[in-house]
């Protein structure tokens, strides 16, 4: 009977402790997910911002081809700026969901002749921004080049 007695004190605690380790255990992989999920959730939300940065972009490259095609819409400023050298146009305005980029288009054009009929052909780029600038965690930049022959 002694010795009954004598291995149930060597196992008194045993519970404890392996109660302790496992709480331990539970709580680094439930930090772990947390750490896990989060990362997960930056990443999803930086890849929408950097669509929406590209249809920002997007957007200006229509408003400038728009204003080099149909070059009677502002008198032609912003097509015959283009002609002596590169222009920029001022900040573009959106709405919606892309309200927080700042959108510039610029331009540059070079007159050829070809087949004795004169041919400009216009590069515009437009650049999307958003963010408080590059190396931020939440810096967006997006740009889109167009080459319009006219």
Request: glycine share 12%; proline share 3%; net charge positive.
């Amino acid at each position: 009977m002694k010795m009954k007695s004598a291995i149930r004190g060597l196992q008194r605690g045993f519970s404890i402790m392996t109660a302790i380790f496992l709480l331990v255990v539970l709580g680094a992989l439930g930090a772990m997910m947390l750490t896990f999920s989060t990362t997960q959730q930056q990443s999803s939300m930086l890849d929408v911002m950097g669509s929406r940065a590209y249809q920002a972009a997007r957007a200006g490259i229509e408003w400038g081809a728009f204003h080099v095609v149909q070059s009677s819409v502002d008198g032609g400023a912003f097509a015959g700026a283009c002609l002596p050298g590169p222009a920029t146009s001022p900040a573009l305005t959106l709405g919606g969901t892309l309200a927080v980029f700042n959108v510039t288009v610029s331009c540059s054009a070079t007159s050829y002749t070809e087949g004795g009929v004169p041919l400009t052909v216009y590069r515009i780029t437009s650049t999307a921004k958003s963010g408080a600038g590059v190396g931020q965690a939440n810096y967006v930049e997006r740009v889109v080049s167009a080459t319009i022959a006219k």
